[in-house]
């Protein structure tokens, strides 16, 4: 069921049908063509609604582990899955990591679902085989199902060189790297894709200095209090490749208060495409990843090893974008 469950009236202007038609099929009263009442009914279900004259089996469970219930993206992920999946009457249980990891996934196989989903980057990487189908989302888990690894990420690696364009195209020389402090920078293709791409540039990649997050502050306090040190120490940059939305507002207002103008003196650019980007009171340049599609790929992905097929590809790579902002 979805977060949100929709009226009448909105599943019939979905159906570009009349809210009495919805209500009709709801009670299984009146004729329609069989593409009208599939489409309402597909919707009904999926919303939650009884419909007369069809019994829905109880759902089965499909489990998703979640490292961080408050990174905007997994939330996102998450919420379409669980809207996706019900349409196919499996219902998404969401669990939260904890540290004893191999006990852990033991227990949450005692639940036998059938399928099982890591979203976000874990705390510490699990590496293990599984009885029942696993899929790796935005996730770095080494979790193996019939000697497999299948998983669905955002091309991270372009995504970096994509923010790399982006500054040298301002004739940005002399850039600062704020890592998410859950990576390190040669684990992390966002980073080497930026690397890379100033190497093509001939910039010397060693010269641009990686300030990794520190693990007991916030993103945004992280990136704030480092801005605002090497601003205080002197020390030259003209532009930031923030690893995160929050990193790169962190850095923003760091800036502001130490009198840097944005973009004039040094240019931003983040990475995800949350929320913070497009509303805060300066929107700013980021690499905009697709939940949808990564959702969407999850779900075909998922099916296909529960219903006992092979995917074509164990490992499906997401388009990412630049989406434009005002610190650049």
Known sequence: MSEHKKSFREIARICEVSPATVSRI????????????????????????????????TPQVIAAVVTDLSNELYNT???????????????????????????WFEQLLLLRPFGILFIGTPLNR???????????????????YQGCRYSI???????????????????????LILNNRHTSAALSPRIQGFLHEMEKAGIDSSTIPVHDGEPHK???????????YLCAKGVPFDSVFACSDWRAYGAMIALRKMNVDVPEHVKVIGFDG??????????FATIQQNPDMIASAALSM???????????EPSVLVPVQVQTGLTI
Do not use: M, W
Request: proline share 5%; hydrophobic share 35%; glycine share 6%.
């Open 302 to 312: 998922l099916l296909e090893l529960i219903e006992g097929r092979t995917p074509a």
């Open 153 to 175: 990420q955002s091309d991270e690696y372009v995504g970096g060189q994509l923010a790399a364009r982006e500054l040298l195209a301002k004739n940005c020389k002399a850039p």
């Open 77 to 103: 992920v998450l919420s379409d899955l669980k809207r996706y999946l019900a349409r196919h009457h499996y219902l998404l249980q969401i669990y939260v990591e904890n540290e004893a990891q191999e006990t």
């Open 274 to 283: 949350e929320r913070v980007s497009r509303y805060c009171d300066q929107p």
């Open 26 to 57: 709801a009670n299984g009263v009146g004729s329609f063509t069989d593409e009208t009442r599939e489409k309402v009914v597909s919707i009904l279900l999926a919303e939650g609604y009884p419909v007369q004259g069809i019994t829905v089996s």
């Open 218 to 228: 916030s993103a945004f306090n992280s990136a704030h209090d480092r801005i605002a």
């Open 126 to 144: 699990l590496s293990l085989s599984s009885p029942v189908p696993v899929l790796q989302v935005l996730s770095n888990n080494d979790v193996r």
